[in-house]
Structure formats: C-alpha cells, structure tokens
C-alpha cells in the first residue's frame, strides 16, 4: 500500500480521520490512477495537533508557506476558504515529492457522522478508515467537478452491481 507508513502513523497516534478523494474510490472498488492521500479529519484541537505531530514525525511539510500551526485556528481556515478558495491544506513529503496529503479543512459533511458510518479496511495488516460508499457519493455530488461527476457515475455502477461497500 502506496501510504502504509503514513496511515499506520495515524492509527498509532489515535488521529481520528477518513480517507476519502481518489484512494478511497480504489478501496470502494473502483479502478483509478490517483497519488496523492486525501483526507477528512475531526477539526478538534487535541485531533488536529495529533495530525501535525505525525505529518512532522515523517517529514511533511505544508506546500504553501504557511505554518503547519495555523491549520488550529478555526478562522484562519474560513479566511483561507473566504480569500484563497481554499479546500484543502496541502502537506508534501520533503524527500519524496510525489507524496502528498490534503485535509479538508472545514467538513463538507459532518465528520461525527461520517466518521460512525466509516467503513474499516485492512491492507498489508494496517487497519484504513475509509469513507462511506453513500458519503463518498455525497462529497463528490457537493464538488461538481466533472472528474467528481464521472466517478459519481462508476460508483452507481458499482453499488448497482455489488451492492453498496
């Protein structure tokens, strides 16, 4: 598994997060190239600086220059998202530069709820929360993108013939 390492931190540290974007339509079963780790977390303080403890602990630093810090401060992501449209705070490895983690930085979805409806995989014996099928279609409907829209339309297929993962 491409983040095995980064996960398995995760899971160590206690940090409350699903993995949702590309690899967690591969994990529902749908075949798509994508390489950077996606992910929701719980926006609490105690979660958020647990995150950025493994992010420093392996050697990732924030892709704009800002300071991991800031991602604590409620205000500072709803003015990132008023003034910069941003989505995601972006984290890139230092001495692999195809390795890179987004974080929603607000909840396009309640993440206590979502979080309940998990789905929890295991790959190479590191235990994935993932997103749920029905949420994972959500997120995607509240993005719009094409590419969202043309995975909308392979998870339908997929749920139509497999039932819903």
Do not use: C
Request: aromatic share 8%; hydrophobic share 40%.
């Amino acid at each position: 598994m491409f983040y095995q390492e980064e996960i398995s931190a995760l899971n160590k540290k206690n940090v409350r997060y699903l993995v949702v974007g590309g690899i967690a339509l591969v994990l529902h079963g749908v075949v798509r190239l994508t390489a950077d780790l996606d992910l929701m977390l719980d926006l609490s303080d105690d979660n958020l600086s647990k995150f950025l403890e493994v992010m420093k602990s392996l050697d990732y630093k924030p892709k704009l220059p800002l300071h991991p810090r800031a991602l604590l401060d409620p205000e500072k992501r709803k003015e990132w998202a008023r003034k910069k449209n941003m989505i995601a705070f972006a984290f890139a490895h230092q001495k692999h530069d195809y390795k890179e983690i987004d974080v929603f930085i607000d909840e396009p979805i309640p993440f206590s709820g979502a979080f309940k409806r998990k789905k929890t995989l295991t790959a190479e014996d590191v235990k994935i929360n993932v997103i749920s099928f029905d949420d994972l279609v959500t997120l995607k409907e509240k993005s719009g993108r094409e590419q969202d829209i043309m995975d909308i339309k392979m998870l339908r297929e997929l749920g139509g013939k497999h039932g819903k993962k």
